[in-house]
């Protein structure tokens, strides 16, 4: 897929604080030259795309303050590179994923997610402690594209 208005030299998006609403959109994931992204303080829903393990250059990724949903993507581990991660104050449930720059992120790049589970948090994995996904209620049946409001 060719991006005619995105210029090849974007290396950083910051779309954090705009009141978007809606999934994250499927073509972030093919925006492979990316260093940065901010789409913390928005209210996205949906969930994490895994396609974001393309942006193999990635060093930053913020998701956190909104309402996404699921697991944390397996594949997320594959962004070698990755020094800044989180995705606090979010409805995310389920296991951390572990391994690689995984291992190197604090506690407080998940707070905010009753139903995560496993290191770095102190809540263990299968426990009777861990919310379901219906403890946060039901998604918002938005567009898929961002509108402000």
């Not at 990724?61 to 581990?77: A, R, V």
């Not at 995705?87 to 291992?103: A, D, E, K, W």
Request: aromatic share 10%; with cysteine.
């Amino acid at each position: 897929m060719v991006y005619k208005n995105i210029p090849y030299n974007l290396t950083s998006i910051d779309q954090s604080s705009n009141k978007f609403y809606g999934d994250i959109p499927e073509s972030i994931g093919g925006l492979v030259w990316l260093y940065s992204l901010n789409l913390s303080n928005n209210d996205l829903t949906g969930s994490i795309l895994s396609s974001l393990a393309n942006l193999t250059n990635l060093e930053a990724l913020d998701l956190s303050k909104n309402m996404l949903l699921g697991e944390i993507p397996q594949q997320l581990t594959q962004l070698t590179f990755l020094e800044v991660f989180s995705v606090s104050r979010n409805h995310l449930t389920g296991p951390i994923p572990q391994g690689r720059q995984f291992s190197t992120f604090p506690s407080d790049s998940f707070n905010g997610n009753p139903g995560l589970c496993g290191t770095p948090l102190s809540r263990v994995c299968g426990s009777s402690l861990t919310p379901t996904p219906s403890t946060f209620g039901h998604a918002c049946p938005c567009d898929f594209e961002w509108k402000l409001y």
